[in-house]
């Protein structure tokens, strides 16, 4: 709105002709000055500047709005939307029914924890018939580290949907309505961004999935705010192209170790560093999430895999309709199973903390004969 042009609000001809003849032709110009370098620059009286200054700021702004109304315009959104459902039935009543729709929802963790057989899962419920739990859409799944596994895949959902992938050709149906693409850089996942936003439209894609958000970054050859902009730039478009569609966006982000002289984001930050430099032994606790603050400003769902004396957890870290919760889980030939659907409340420092205590130890995982690196 800052950028609107004055000669299309409607201001007396003979004032706007004045701005023109000064070159102030935006809202964001006229607003930039005060009434009395107005009354010098455009040479008109006191009284036609603040009339001028009142009709421009009126058509800039944009009109209040009351609670209510925000309320009604979210139920709205929220009924055009929905979730995606992740048949973990304690993390979906804990996010009002599964991944949100039209947001974006980050899933991160070390290496090796689940997030890749967390995705896979997903883009199988979004390809499945309403019947089943899906939503009878196609997926996008940018593949950056070709981890994506088609037998995996299919192995998770006869596992899951025994009954549907029984019946002749519907494993073929999955498969094909899930597109897989593999970019080589960020430059090349940029130019390809404008045709994922037609194909969202297109061609009924219902999920997209980004695995991973910090290996693209990662692969460029460039550092500080160069590194931020370009970050910055995709951050905006991914969260656009959620908006503009209604889909769920997942995307995943590795974790990196944090310096100790780094600049704590939150108050208790500086406590816990405090317990790190005196404890040695928690080194894990040195772990945060890749990509920085921005990004995690950017995204409305966090969800955390980490590991903690040997055991899995999914840490609902943020979310606007819940509060922090654990869940434990394993991998399972059937993909990732909660073993209860009771979370445990998280507080302080839990709730960011990123944990690989044991880890080593259950990175591969065997179970019911099923070898595989979960990642």
Same mark, same amino acid.
């Given at each position: 709105?800052?950028?609107?042009?004055?000669?299309?609000?409607?201001?007396?001809? =003979?004032?706007?002709?004045?701005?023109? $003849?000064?070159?102030?032709?935006?809202?964001? /110009?006229?607003?930039?000055?005060?009434?009395? !370098?107005?009354?010098?620059?455009?040479?008109?009286?006191?009284?036609?500047?603040?009339?001028?200054? $009142? &009709?421009?700021? !009126?058509?800039?702004?944009?009109?209040?709005?009351?609670?209510? =109304?925000?309320?009604?315009? &979210?139920i709205q959104m929220e009924h055009m939307g929905g979730h995606l459902s992740t048949r973990l039935k304690g993390l979906d009543d804990a996010l009002c029914g599964g991944i949100p729709?039209?947001?974006?929802?980050?899933?991160?963790?070390? #290496?090796?924890?689940?997030?890749?057989?967390?995705?896979?899962?997903?883009?199988?419920? #979004?390809?499945?018939?309403? =019947?089943?739990?899906?939503?009878?859409?196609?997926?996008? *799944? @940018?593949?950056? !580290?070709?981890?994506?596994?088609?037998?995996?895949?299919?192995?998770?959902?006869?596992?899951?949907?025994?009954?549907?992938?029984?019946?002749?050709?519907?494993?073929?149906?999955?498969?094909?309505?899930?597109?897989?693409?593999?970019?080589?850089?960020?430059?090349?996942?940029?130019?390809?961004?404008?045709?994922?936003?037609?194909?969202?439209?297109?061609?009924?894609?219902?999920?997209?999935?980004?695995?991973?958000?910090?290996?693209?970054?990662?692969?460029?050859?460039?550092?500080?705010?160069?590194?931020?902009?370009?970050?910055?730039?995709?951050? =905006?478009? @991914?969260?656009?192209?959620? !908006?503009?569609?209604?889909?769920?966006?997942?995307?995943?982000?590795?974790?990196?170790?944090?310096?100790?002289?780094?600049?704590?984001?939150?108050?208790?930050?500086?406590?816990?560093?405090?317990?790190?430099?005196?404890?040695?032994?928690? *080194?894990?606790?040195?772990? %945060? #999430?890749?990509?920085?603050?921005?990004?995690?400003?950017?995204?409305?769902? &966090?969800? %955390?895999?980490?590991?903690?004396?040997?055991?899995?957890?999914?840490?609902? #870290?943020?979310?606007?309709?819940?509060?922090?919760?654990?869940?434990?889980?394993?991998?399972?030939?059937?993909?990732?199973?909660?073993?209860?659907?009771?979370?445990?409340?998280?507080?302080?420092?839990? @709730?960011?903390?990123?944990?690989?205590?044991?880890?080593?130890?259950?990175?591969?995982?065997?179970?019911?004969?099923?070898?595989? /690196?979960?990642?």
């Amino acid at each position: 709105m800052a950028n609107k042009l004055i000669n299309q609000m409607g201001l007396p001809k =003979s004032i706007a002709n004045v701005f023109a $003849a000064r070159n102030i032709t935006t809202a964001k /110009e006229a607003l930039s000055l005060t009434e009395f !370098e107005l009354m010098e620059v455009l040479d008109v009286s006191l009284a036609e500047v603040t009339s001028a200054i $009142a &009709r421009i700021s !009126e058509i800039t702004c944009p009109p209040y709005q009351t609670v209510l =109304s925000l309320m009604e315009q &979210r139920i709205q959104m929220e009924h055009m939307g929905g979730h995606l459902s992740t048949r973990l039935k304690g993390l979906d009543d804990a996010l009002c029914g599964g991944i949100p729709f039209g947001v974006l929802t980050e899933l991160v963790g070390p #290496a090796g924890i689940g997030k890749t057989q967390f995705c896979l899962k997903l883009a199988l419920l #979004a390809s499945l018939p309403p =019947s089943c739990g899906g939503v009878d859409g196609r997926v996008i *799944y @940018i593949d950056v !580290e070709s981890k994506f596994s088609s037998t995996r895949m299919i192995e998770i959902g006869a596992k899951s949907f025994p009954e549907v992938f029984r019946t002749k050709g519907m494993a073929q149906e999955m498969a094909g309505r899930i597109l897989v693409l593999r970019p080589t850089s960020l430059s090349e996942f940029s130019e390809s961004l404008q045709q994922i936003k037609i194909s969202l439209l297109q061609n009924q894609v219902k999920l997209l999935i980004i695995d991973s958000m910090a290996a693209l970054v990662s692969g460029e050859n460039v550092q500080g705010a160069t590194r931020q902009h370009l970050l910055g730039w995709h951050i =905006s478009f @991914i969260k656009s192209l959620a !908006e503009f569609s209604r889909i769920p966006i997942v995307v995943t982000n590795q974790v990196r170790s944090q310096n100790h002289d780094e600049v704590c984001q939150y108050y208790f930050q500086a406590h816990r560093r405090e317990r790190i430099v005196e404890n040695h032994s928690g *080194y894990d606790s040195h772990l %945060v #999430a890749a990509l920085g603050i921005h990004w995690a400003h950017a995204v409305t769902i &966090r969800l %955390v895999l980490d590991a903690k004396s040997g055991k899995r957890f999914i840490k609902l #870290a943020k979310s606007p309709v819940s509060p922090p919760l654990a869940f434990p889980f394993n991998i399972t030939s059937s993909g990732i199973s909660l073993l209860t659907d009771d979370g445990i409340e998280l507080t302080g420092p839990e @709730i960011n903390t990123i944990h690989c205590e044991g880890h080593s130890d259950i990175i591969n995982f065997d179970a019911e004969r099923v070898q595989y /690196e979960a990642t």
